[in-house]
């Protein structure tokens, strides 16, 4: 009877939302970093048990990992959006004033989960540093392409360094999710991003 009622048990369907239950697990991961969350934060949060949470997301690695691509799909997908924008200042234009917006947006933790998860790495999580240093790295390289095609295109002078001005932009994102954390305003980090776009480089077609 005891093997029948545990099988029985074991296939019941979920009796929770997985969607709502990764929102929640994002706004802690986002908060308390990836080391900082524990096991106890993430399942009150998400208002499971560990069994619920290892049978639905696996441990705690998976399910941050899941949480990351809900971060890009959701939050953070301003990002890719601008890669779509016609001219390299747009596309700059939009991830500086997109990222401050969600760095300081009141329904969100301060800072950047990537940024904030990966300097709160120690060893015994090195393989989760390690994958958002991919991830931020694979968001560089795609700038990198973006801003690539506008000098092909004319749209950025000859002697532009796409590989420069990436990092450059990456750099500056970076900063103001720390200077986000530390409590700097939406308008504060709106004013550093003017002066930064005031020396981007101008367009050849407009030469």
């Keep these: 009877m005891k ?37 106890s934060d993430l399942t009150k949060a998400m208002g499971i048990n560990r069994p619920s949470l290892y049978a639905a997301f696996g441990d705690k690695e998976r399910l941050f990992r899941k949480v990351l691509d809900r971060y890009a799909e959701g939050p953070a997908s301003y990002s890719t959006a601008a890669l779509q924008e016609p001219t390299s200042r747009a596309v700059v234009e939009r991830l500086l004033y997109g990222a401050a917006d969600l760095l300081t947006s009141p329904g969100n ?21 390690k994958e ?64 930064a776009l005031q020396s981007w480089p101008s367009s050849r077609l407009n030469a």
């Design 132 to 195: 958002l240093i991919s991830r931020r790295m694979a968001g560089e390289a795609a700038l990198r392409g973006r801003l690539n095609r506008a000098r092909m295109e004319g749209d950025l002078p000859l002697e532009a360094n796409p590989v420069s001005l990436a990092r450059y932009i990456v750099t500056m994102t970076q900063g103001m999710s720390v200077q986000a954390v530390s409590g700097a305003t939406r308008r504060q980090l709106h004013r550093v991003i003017g002066i």
């Design 109 to 129: 933790p301060r800072g950047c989960l990537l940024v904030q998860s990966a300097l709160a790495c120690g060893d015994g999580a090195d393989c989760v540093r």
């Design 3 to 39: 093997t029948k009622s545990l099988s029985k048990a074991a296939g019941r369907p979920r009796s929770f939302d997985t969607s709502k239950a990764l929102d929640r697990a994002l706004d802690v991961f986002w908060r308390k970093g990836y080391e900082g969350a524990s096991l």
